[in-house]
């Protein structure tokens, strides 16, 4: 492939870049393609003809790396594939394109906002100060727009939303956009339902350490699990007392079931038990509906237990500690 020429001697010439690629670009690419791309831009000064096996040579790195870093840079729209080779496109160019992209309406609602608009100004001026240094790039606001609209967040959510990221070393957009998906699942708009998801995620995280520590485990409940987990306490509203019931009936077990502990939960929560008191005695009862049975089996002379047929309830509870 060729690369664009530049008459300045060696000795002489600089490789620059543009502010633009540092907020932009430079956080979110791996050190093997912005290897290939600052090469790139330093050959472009001198017109040469280079193939891809010249580049995995010269860079020390795989062919098939570097077919990807040049396709990663393609996708982006920083180089642009010709007949002859690529070119090296303007990144400040590109940035302004998409900042000033010509809009073909404005909404008489929007125009209205004039107040919402200046308070939403201030919040972003927020976010541009406490974490950007007040460099922020321009196409932030375009995304934190974006934001704005499609989960209707208010300003305070969004300041949360990237002090979040921030606190979290992750501040760039795949993992924002992740975080506020999932708020947005979670029908956060305000402040107040964000203190709500907060309230409900520690309680949530307390009762993970807390079935931890009853089962023995070293390690973090899987995300299923915790899917479990989040149904006992959230949709069941059991407290960790009744759900420590189960655990403690079933830890003789080598592996603790948790789809067996949800079976077990969820027949308290069909039959309607919102206490500790109530789920004792409907134990108690089992426990003495099965020495009963054993009495009568006994009496009537029979002695493979094995054989007798269990009932839907009977089965479920067939290797519960009662």
């Given at each position: 492939?060729?690369l664009e020429q530049n008459?300045?001697?060696?000795l002489?010439?600089n490789?620059?870049?543009?502010?633009?690629?540092?907020?932009?670009?430079?956080?979110?690419?791996n050190?093997?393609f912005l290897?290939?791309?600052?090469?790139?831009?330093f050959?472009?000064?001198?017109?040469?003809?280079?193939?891809i096996?010249?580049?995995?040579?010269?860079l020390?790195?795989?062919?098939k790396?570097?077919?990807?870093a040049?396709?990663y840079w393609e996708?982006?729209?920083?180089?642009?594939k010709?007949?002859?080779?690529?070119i090296?496109n303007n990144?400040?160019?590109?940035e302004?394109h998409?900042l000033?992209?010509?809009?073909v309406?404005?909404?008489a609602?929007t125009?209205?906002?004039?107040?919402?608009n200046?308070?939403?100004?201030?919040?972003?001026?927020?976010?541009?100060?406490e974490?950007?240094?007040?460099?922020?790039?321009?196409?932030?606001?375009?995304d934190?727009d974006l934001w704005?609209?499609?989960?209707?967040?208010?300003e305070?959510v969004m300041?949360?939303?990237?002090?979040?990221?921030f606190?979290r070393?992750?501040l760039?957009r795949?993992?924002?956009q992740?975080v506020?998906?999932?708020w947005?699942k979670?029908h956060?708009q305000?402040?107040d339902?964000?203190?709500?998801y907060?309230?409900?995620?520690?309680?949530?995280?307390t009762?993970?350490?807390?079935i931890?520590k009853?089962?023995?485990y070293?390690?973090?409940l899987t995300q299923?699990?915790?899917?479990?987990?989040?149904?006992?306490s959230m949709d069941?509203?059991?407290?960790?007392?009744?759900?420590?019931i189960?655990l403690k009936?079933?830890?003789?077990?080598?592996?603790p079931?948790?789809d067996?502990l949800?079976?077990l939960?969820?027949?308290?929560?069909?039959?309607?038990?919102k206490t500790?008191a109530?789920?004792?005695?409907?134990?108690?009862?089992?426990?003495?509906?099965?020495?009963d049975?054993?009495e009568?089996?006994?009496k009537?002379?029979?002695?493979?237990y094995?054989?007798?047929?269990?009932?839907?309830?009977?089965?479920?509870?067939?290797?519960?500690n009662l």
């Amino acid at each position: 492939m060729k690369l664009e020429q530049n008459d300045i001697p060696l000795l002489f010439s600089n490789t620059e870049l543009p502010d633009i690629f540092f907020t932009e670009y430079l956080s979110q690419t791996n050190g093997d393609f912005l290897k290939v791309y600052l090469y790139m831009i330093f050959l472009s000064k001198y017109g040469k003809d280079i193939k891809i096996n010249d580049l995995s040579k010269k860079l020390e790195l795989d062919f098939k790396i570097i077919q990807d870093a040049i396709k990663y840079w393609e996708e982006l729209g920083v180089i642009t594939k010709k007949n002859t080779g690529y070119i090296i496109n303007n990144l400040q160019e590109i940035e302004l394109h998409k900042l000033y992209k010509p809009k073909v309406s404005l909404s008489a609602d929007t125009l209205k906002q004039t107040a919402q608009n200046q308070y939403r100004a201030k919040a972003i001026e927020n976010i541009n100060n406490e974490f950007f240094q007040g460099i922020m790039s321009p196409s932030w606001y375009n995304d934190i727009d974006l934001w704005f609209k499609k989960y209707g967040f208010d300003e305070q959510v969004m300041i949360a939303l990237f002090r979040y990221c921030f606190n979290r070393s992750a501040l760039h957009r795949n993992y924002i956009q992740a975080v506020a998906d999932a708020w947005h699942k979670n029908h956060i708009q305000t402040f107040d339902d964000l203190d709500l998801y907060y309230a409900k995620q520690e309680k949530l995280n307390t009762l993970y350490k807390a079935i931890c520590k009853k089962l023995g485990y070293t390690r973090q409940l899987t995300q299923y699990e915790q899917a479990y987990v989040e149904k006992w306490s959230m949709d069941y509203n059991f407290p960790f007392d009744i759900i420590e019931i189960a655990l403690k009936k079933t830890t003789s077990k080598t592996n603790p079931n948790f789809d067996y502990l949800d079976k077990l939960l969820t027949d308290w929560h069909e039959r309607g038990f919102k206490t500790v008191a109530e789920i004792q005695s409907f134990l108690s009862q089992l426990k003495q509906k099965k020495k009963d049975i054993k009495e009568l089996e006994k009496k009537a002379g029979y002695q493979n237990y094995e054989q007798r047929k269990y009932d839907n309830l009977d089965s479920l509870y067939a290797n519960f500690n009662l």
